[in-house]
């Protein structure tokens, strides 16, 4: 069984950094995809990145892509998220999400697990 706990989300100015922390206090962690998604108020939630079970693939969105990085450790059971030179349309709440995939998965549908969400809020 799957439970994720998000953390490591605040508030930012642009520029700013932030490092998303995503633990499983389930077990068998290491064989699920990873995947961050946002939500922002009054928008439909999107995909922000993934990472395959093994860690060797990770992909990510065009409007984040290379300001953000997506990691796992699953010795430690947790994925990770560093945002960095966050922007203002970067404000929303983030979830980490699991699935059992085939291939690179980036619709919400594809996740069967997901956590409560971490805000952040950047300000300009």
């Known amino acids: 069984q799957v439970q994720l706990v998000e953390s490591g989300g605040g508030s930012v100015q642009a520029g700013g950094s932030l490092k998303l922390s995503c633990t499983n206090s389930?077990?068998?962690?290491?064989?699920?995809?990873m995947g961050w998604f946002r939500q922002a108020p009054g928008k439909e939630r999107e995909f922000v990145a993934g990472?395959?079970?093994?860690?060797?693939?990770?992909y990510y969105a065009a409007s984040v892509k290379g300001r953000f990085t997506i990691s796992r450790d699953n010795a430690k059971n947790t994925v990770y998220l560093q945002v960095s030179v966050l922007k203002p349309e970067d404000t929303a709440v983030y979830f980490c999400?699991?699935?059992?995939?085939?291939?690179?998965?980036?619709?919400?549908?594809?996740?069967?697990?997901w956590g409560q969400g971490t805000q952040v809020t950047v300000s300009s």
């Open positions: 999400a699991a699935g059992s995939v085939v291939g690179i998965a980036s619709k919400p549908a594809e996740f069967g697990s």
């Open positions: 990472i395959r079970w093994s860690g060797n693939t990770t």
């Open positions: 389930g077990r068998t962690f290491s064989s699920y995809d």
